[in-house]
Each structure stands twice: as C-alpha cells, then as structure tokens.
C-alpha cells in the first residue's frame, strides 16, 4: 500500500494524517510530561513505543524506504542518523536501500579525525556534534533522519556538518514533527535561506499522537524504582490503568 503524502508548506512534506499507517504509527507513541520525562518539557515522546512494538517499527521503516526507493538513481547516496534515537531508524533504512548509514555523533564519541558543528542550542540544552572525515563526500546526497523535528537546531547542525564536507543533504526526515516549534520553517530560513530548497519529510505530528497517549502513571509514583520494588509498582501502575 503506498503512503499517502501532503505538501504542508514549501518544502515540507509529511504522511496524510488520516492514512491508516499514520494513525497506527501515531497511536504506538506514548508521550509523558515534565514528571515522568529526562527534560523539562510538556510532551516527551517515548520512541521505546515504537521500538518494542515490531509491526510499527516496520511501518516506520516502510514509509522511508518506500520514499526514497521511489526516486530511483536520484535518490539519496547515504543516511546518515543523528545520536541518539536516528540511530533507531538510520541503519534499517539504509540496509534496506543497501546504500550506507553514517553515524552523526555527539562530541567526545567517536574515533579519527572529526569534523565538528560547533556549539549549538537545543530546545534542551547546548550541544556539539561530529562526523568523520570522510565518511561523505563531494557528489555525495544524504538524507539526514532523526526521531523528531523541534526547533530545528540539531538538524541545522547536521545540515552545516553535510555541507562542510562536501556532500549534499537530499532531504531532511524525522518520525514526529511539532509544528507550533517551527523546527522546518527555522531550517529553511536558516543563513538567508541557505537550505531552503532543501525538503523535510515528517511521518506523524504530534496532535495526531493526542492527549489520550499520555502514559503519567499514577500521582505519587516514583521516577527510579529500585529493581526488588518493580513488580509491585508495576501491578500498581497497570491496576489503576485498567480502573
């Protein structure tokens, strides 16, 4: 079955919300608030929802597979995923397309000569990130995939790491996208427009996901269990889901 794409701005493409794919992928991710999430922020969505369900991990990797196998010889050379949750979805895609997969890595991780994006400011903190010298080059076009777009600042910087090496970025792609951040708008506009031509594909957005996706567990429910206290909390937990 294809999948259902719109144009929802210049550039940016995301899968028809109402397609079945869509909604199934949607509602296998849960989301947590500031309580129960690594970062302060409303929303956290928890790619584990994803990756401990195989019928939707697979659907995840069928709608980019199915994308970029459609364009043909002028689809992307490489893939190159960004640390940590690209890593998630990176390599299956590229296996899938037997072209390589390219690890963009945050900064103290990887080996040999690197080249760095410098400092730059997520919606959680600031970060740097790296890629080996060598591992794309001139001619070279490369899809850039994460879990999610959000303000766009990860993103951006792997755009510049792309460019600083020679190659091309083909297209931008992320599972969830957060519109009311303006993660592809900031892309685009970013330098006068340098990668404005640039296209971002998005799979789900997050009112897609809704509200009845949020998993808090009850008030009171501790962040850290102790592992001899975790079947309890757990038989807590889901008995007050079922209520």
Not at 15 to 30: E, F, G, N, Y
Not at 123 to 144: A, C, F, K, N, P
Not at 161 to 186: C, I, N, R, Y
Request: hydrophobic share 40%; proline share 7%; aromatic share 8%.
């Amino acid at each position: 079955m294809v999948v259902r794409v719109r144009e929802l701005g210049s550039n940016h493409f995301c899968v028809d919300q109402t397609d079945p794919r869509a909604v199934r992928i949607a509602k296998s991710l849960p989301w947590y608030g500031p309580k129960y999430s690594p970062h302060d922020v409303p929303s956290f969505y928890d790619v584990s929802g994803i990756t401990e369900n195989p019928e939707a991990f697979r659907e995840v990797i069928e709608v980019f597979v199915e994308r970029y196998r459609a364009q043909g010889a002028d689809g992307p050379t490489h893939v190159a995923g960004f640390d940590a949750r690209g890593f998630l979805f990176g390599p299956s895609i590229a296996m899938a397309l037997n072209i390589p997969f390219v690890m963009i890595r945050k900064a103290g991780k990887l080996p040999g000569v690197l080249v760095s994006s410098g400092k730059y400011v997520t919606e959680y903190s600031t970060d740097e990130t790296v890629m080996r010298l060598g591992s794309v080059r001139e001619g070279d076009r490369v899809v850039l995939i994460d879990d999610l777009i959000a303000t766009g600042g990860t993103a951006i910087a792997g755009f510049n790491l792309v460019d600083q090496l020679g190659a091309k970025v083909h297209e931008f792609a992320a599972m969830v996208s957060l519109p009311f951040l303006d993660g592809v708008k900031k892309i685009h506009e970013y330098a006068d427009g340098k990668f404005a031509d640039v296209p971002c594909f998005t799979v789900v957005d997050d009112s897609t996901i809704g509200a009845d996706m949020g998993r808090d567990p009850p008030e009171g429910t501790p962040r850290i269990v102790p592992a001899s206290d975790a079947a309890r909390v757990l038989a807590e937990i889901d008995a007050a889901r079922s209520a």
